[in-house]
């Protein structure tokens, strides 16, 4: 069966430190992966999608990057953090055979920037 | 432009009674596919139900259901029988950006069961 795991769970970093979260998903291959962000009373916010290996696509202009350096794998980073960057960040994944492109989220990463 | 809304902010039903939660779209794509997921307060999202726009039936899964009016672009959400693990947010969404299966969220609306 399929999982996605994102670490780490929570975080607190102060403003102008780098960022990296981790997101993984085990039992599919190829999938498409998705970062998304909701901040405080809203709703989600796609950020990035990947349909590939190195094949990344933003959707909102911010300070925010996106990498996937192997099949399974997305990384969500910043080089310096912005007050404004504090939400809930939730990676995703879907299957290119599915009909419907239902997504499946990992746990997500609670980011606080002080 | 495409744009999902939820009206609702919070919502209360009384345990074992339905309840039918609000989603309007807007889009000028033909083909599109509507998404309802479950927002228990772990953070999680669960995927509840999907409704494409050229399928005739609403999609039903269990206790829920999706009442899909095209011409009104309305996709609402109906929980039969509410169960107290109902509370959560529950977030519409719809499918955009052809192949890549992106989705576009509405802001969400709480709801609360009481016992």
């Known amino acids: 069966s399929q999982t996605i795991h994102q670490w780490p769970a929570t975080l607190v970093q102060p403003v102008g430190s780098p960022l990296s979260l981790e997101c993984t998903v085990e039992?599919?291959?190829?999938?498409?992966l998705y970062w998304y962000r909701q901040a405080a009373g809203r709703g989600l916010q796609l950020l990035f999608y990947?349909?590939?290996?190195?094949?990344i696509s933003s959707e909102v202009p911010q300070n925010l990057s996106a990498s996937r350096p192997q099949d399974r794998q997305f990384i969500l980073s910043s080089k310096k953090l912005l007050l404004s960057d504090s939400g809930f960040y939730l990676c995703?994944?879907?299957?290119?055979?599915?009909?419907?492109?239902?997504?499946?989220f990992g746990p997500g990463t609670r980011l606080t920037v002080t | 432009a495409q744009k999902i809304t939820q009206t609702q902010p919070g919502m209360f039903v009384q345990e074992k009674e339905a309840v039918t939660l609000d989603c309007t779209y807007d889009?000028?794509?033909?083909?599109?596919?509507l998404f309802w997921y479950k927002q228990p307060s772990s953070g999680e999202m669960i995927f509840l139900i999907y409704?494409?726009?050229?399928?005739?039936q609403n999609a039903t899964e269990g206790r829920y259901s999706l009442n899909f009016q095209k011409a009104r672009k309305s996709a609402n959400l109906v929980i039969s029988a509410s169960q107290l693990g109902d509370s959560a947010m529950y977030f519409c969404?719809?499918?955009?950006?052809?192949?890549?299966?992106?989705?576009?969220f509405g802001k969400g609306t709480k709801l609360s069961v009481k016992p």
């Open positions: 995703a994944w879907s299957s290119l055979g599915q009909v419907n492109y239902e997504q499946y």
């Open positions: 039992g599919t291959s190829n999938p498409n």
């Open positions: 990947s349909i590939g290996i190195d094949q």
């Open positions: 889009t000028s794509d033909q083909s599109y596919g």
């Open positions: 409704q494409g726009s050229y399928d005739e």
């Open positions: 969404a719809m499918e955009i950006g052809g192949s890549q299966g992106n989705l576009i």
